[in-house]
């Protein structure tokens, strides 16, 4: 029997400070014995433990994608003890790394399909490890049109920066990307809310389409009319869930909606399944 | 099966013998109540009690648990790097449990013991240890086993289920694990011819003793939502306090939140029972929180016990008619007026429902 709260040892190898608030920094972690990579084998959308000894454990969705191998990235938010702690922490610094945990965004279905990726603030990070994912050239193929939708509050809020502008000059790849305002007279992407982005920007909703969409809660809720009106059926509907999490794989019983935990039979649902379920999150 | 009778010099004697080989659990006395407590040398289970005020699910599921432990001290090579403890396999053997209490037991495995994750604390001490039911002869007004999966005569999860007729005590050998508990504590000795009929008429009499029912046959059909939107919670929880008594004392609450302590340079992971009463059991690190009002944190109890479990398995009820909660609950919330109104709740003509309530 596999000790399932034991985490991998990893060595930060990396930390890239991603907005202008410093909120929001990027850490890249090597596993410290090269077998935890392929046992820690997981697909975009899938999120893991970050643990840190003394301080405890936080729930934070991987943020590379599969196809970058030898390492794994997390994109974190200070915002409590434990990502207090670890924005302090540097490189060459062990923590310990539990997962994969939860559903990825299901790619199967998502194979021979439209997708629309639709994100707002520091909720892109699996929307990242997806974008990567998909524009290997290895994968790139299985999908048909990729729109994204990104907005952050202003152009130094926004995370991935390089990797955005680069995404940008692709072809395969339609990249819509937005700040709520800014007064940078440089600024040569659009200006406007995700959802009035939406509205203007996504495709029709078809059978063939799928929207992921993650996001704050204000963001989603304004959202998801402009995607009925689109036509997009519930089912087409893709969302990523946060609560509180402990365990990670659906035994604490602390992050439930209903009877389904966000932690092992999420984080990933489809709005139909949300529509059926308590609105505890 | 085979029965036995035990006499009271092979009953002390046993026990004696298995200490040697088991951590020895049994109900003693403690203030006005019992207790589950590991045995010491000559020490017996006192079976004059009705139940433990908790139930003996610490038994595997202590209350604090280490899991793992780590070493914050730069020089060492594994500074930082978390390491398992090593969990109980050694044998433990549990004396006197009654059978809703046992009943627990596998109830609350379908969640520690999954296909996709096996929670090996839960696990290895669970195996590890052998169950040895007592039958209960009379039922307190709390009780409602029979209508909860099991009976005062219930077998479900023991490995031995005692009965006691008077003075004299009989053994009904319900696992190879029992077989081989009694073999080696010289419980071999085959009861009289008559002693099964006089056990049913016990049986049936202690069955009849059970006055109090739940009625659970349609909460399957329900309509998970429908029942979540009840207009009955808030009524229902309006008295509720939040003490979490009644998740404490549960043999099937298994809810824990995960600590670090740290001492020094040294520390440990652990667990630690939680309660869905809690608010800050939900409460994100941003500050909101899904259940923030009283009557969701009560509602999520009951839900969980009788809805949620009963869809996610198909297995029943999460609740084994013990009556604990009722009986300690400080303002007299009772799962069973509860579960038989979300039994019968009918969406359309809830008003109706509430009335009559």
Known sequence: ?????????????????????????TFKFVFI????????????????ELSIPGLGEIPIGIASSPMEKGFIKFTVFKTGKVTSYLHAMKVGDIMGVRGPLGHPFPWETLQGKNIVIIGGGFAFTTLRSSIISILDPANRSKFKDIHVIYGARSPGMLLYKDELQAWAQRDDIHMNITVDGTNDPNWKFLTGFVPTITEQKAPP???????????????????????????YSHDNIIM???NRMKCGIGICGRCNIGKSFVCKDGPVFTLSQLNNMPKEY | MTLIKIDRQTWADGIEKAKLAYRVFGPVKEKNDHEFKQLDKGEMPDFSLQNTRLSPKAIVYPQSQIMLTYSLDESRDDCRIMKEVENVTAPQLVLGIRPCDALAFPIVRRNFDSPEYQDTYWIKAYEATTFVGLACNAACSTCFCTSAGTGPFGETGQDILLMQDGDALYAKILTPKG????????????????????????????EASITASVSTDKLKDKILLELYGAPFWEEEAFSCINCGTCTYVCPTCWCFDVQDETHGLSGVRMRNWDSCMSPLFTIHASGHNPRTQKYERVRQRFMHKLKYYVDKYDKGIQCVGCGRCIRMCPVNIDIRRICDKMNRFDAKSCACDIASS
């Open chain 1, 33 to 48: 014995n090269p077998d935890d990579e392929k046992k820690f084998a997981y697909e975009s959308g899938q999120f893991g």
């Open chain 1, 1 to 25: 029997m596999q000790n399932p709260y034991l985490p991998y040892p990893v060595r930060i190898d990396e930390i890239i400070t991603e907005t202008e608030d410093k909120s929001l920094k």
């Open chain 1, 240 to 242: 990523s869930l946060e």
């Open chain 2, 179 to 206: 077989e081989a508990l009694a073999a080696s504590m010289g419980w071999s000795k085959p009861a009289e011819p008559d002693a099964a009929g006089k056990l049913d008429a016990l049986k049936t009499k202690a």
């Open chain 1, 205 to 231: 909703g078809s059978p063939d389409t799928y929207a992921i969409v993650c996001g704050p809660p204000i963001m989603i809720k304004f959202t998801q009319p402009v995607l009925d009106n689109l036509g």
